[in-house]
Each structure stands twice: as structure tokens, then as C-alpha cells.
């Protein structure tokens, strides 16, 4: 939730880290093993921009708290996804260990503001 008026889903920093994590996740991801292409290479690029897709869904779905909820919900899901398979990538050694922490720390910052905006659903949603 950055500062500012928010009028659309690109405007909120959830977004934006969201987004600039999964460039930077498919900038280091061509350097995989071709041999990880259909694999490892495929999930983390599908989880991370998953997790941007889902906050533009959640958007859509403010009319009905309940369903904005599960949609958040779901974009944490796929945060913590990208992050268990940033760790994969950093244990085979496809990802240096500090481009792994930086990547796994900008999904903490992610998870962080997601809880944030469930403590407070009331504030996002159409009345």
C-alpha cells in the first residue's frame, strides 16, 4: 500500500515489488540449465507472476470481501512458492547465494504487505 491515491492495482507497491521481483526472477532464470526448462525454470517464472495476476484478480473482486480475501490469499500463496523455489535454485546453484536473499527478501516484503492488506480488507473494499 503505497502512498498516494491508489486507483488501480499498478498503483499499489504490493504490485510494483511484486512485478520488479518477477522481471529480475526471469532475467536470472535464463541463465538456468536448459535441462531445468520444463521444470524449475517454468515453476518459478509461473509462481512469481502468478502472484502479481492474483493481485490484479483481487482488485477485480472488491465488491465481495470474501472473495478479495481468498484472491490475497492466493497471491501469498504463490509469493511463498517463488521464495521455496528461489531456494531450490540457490541450493543446485543456478543463483548466487546474495541474488537469492535479495529475491527472497523482496517476496518477505510481498507476504508482508499481502497480510497487511487482509488485517485490513475492510479498507479496500467497494461499499
Known amino acids: 500500500m503505497g502512498e498516494g491515491l491508489v486507483r488501480g492495482y499498478r ?3 504490493v504490485y510494483q515489488v511484486a512485478f520488479e521481483a518477477a522481471m529480475e526472477i526471469f532475467e536470472v532464470s535464463k541463465r538456468f540449465p536448459v ?21 490484479g484478480e483481487a482488485w477485480r473482486k472488491r465488491r465481495y470481501e470474501a472473495a478479495f480475501i481468498a484472491k490475497i490469499s492466493d497471491c501469498q500463496a504463490e509469493a511463498t512458492e517463488t ?3 528461489i531456494e531450490f535454485a540457490v541450493k543446485c546453484q543456478y543463483l548466487d547465494p546474495e541474488t537469492g ?6 517476496y518477505d516484503k510481498v507476504l508482508g504487505q499481502l497480510v497487511n492488506i487482509i488485517k485490513n480488507s475492510s479498507h479496500w473494499i467497494i461499499k
Open 35 to 55: 535441462e531445468e526448462r520444463y521444470s524449475l525454470t517454468d515453476q518459478i517464472r509461473r509462481s512469481s507472476r502468478s502472484v502479481c495476476a492474483n493481485l
Open 101 to 106: 536473499r535479495h529475491l527472497y527478501c523482496m
Open 11 to 13: 498503483d499499489l507497491e
Open 83 to 85: 521464495q521455496i523455489w
